[in-house]
């Protein structure tokens, strides 16, 4: 059973930092790529920013330069460092994964987090 487990969500005043952690846990062969996407009420889910296993980069046009994404492959852990909030930053942050399970011959497959919110008041 493979899983994945944000934490560091909050609350926070514009201008302000938080940073989310996500770590993949259960039964792993390897890992693939690693974002967060997000969603606020009555909006679709988007990508905020990926990461290759050899740590390419993609940001969404809103959040480059405020935000960083990272990854520690030892700890099967990405990070997202999200600086200069804003409040169109609100939403439920979702961390996503390609994982290949043990015993699945290499094949990747998708898996959610269950989601951490992020509320950032002006």
């Known amino acids: 059973q493979v899983q994945l487990v944000e934490s560091g969500g909050g609350s926070v005043q514009a201008g302000g930092s938080l940073r989310l952690s996500c770590s993949a846990s259960?039964?792993?062969?390897?890992?693939?790529?690693m974002g967060w996407y997000r969603q606020a009420p009555g909006k679709q889910r988007e990508l905020v920013a990926s990461?290759?296993?050899?740590?390419?980069?993609n940001y969404a046009d809103n959040v480059k330069g405020r935000f960083t994404i990272s990854r520690d492959n030892a700890k099967n852990t990405v990070y997202l460092q999200m600086n200069s909030l804003k409040s169109e930053d609100t939403a439920v942050y979702y961390c996503?994964?390609?994982?290949?399970?043990?015993?699945?011959?290499?094949?990747?497959?998708?898996?959610w987090g269950q989601g951490t919110q992020v509320t950032v008041s002006s």
């Open positions: 259960g039964s792993i062969f390897s890992i693939g790529a």
């Open positions: 990461i290759t296993r050899r740590g390419s980069t």
């Open positions: 996503n994964a390609d994982i290949s399970p043990r015993g699945m011959g290499g094949s990747l497959m998708g898996y």
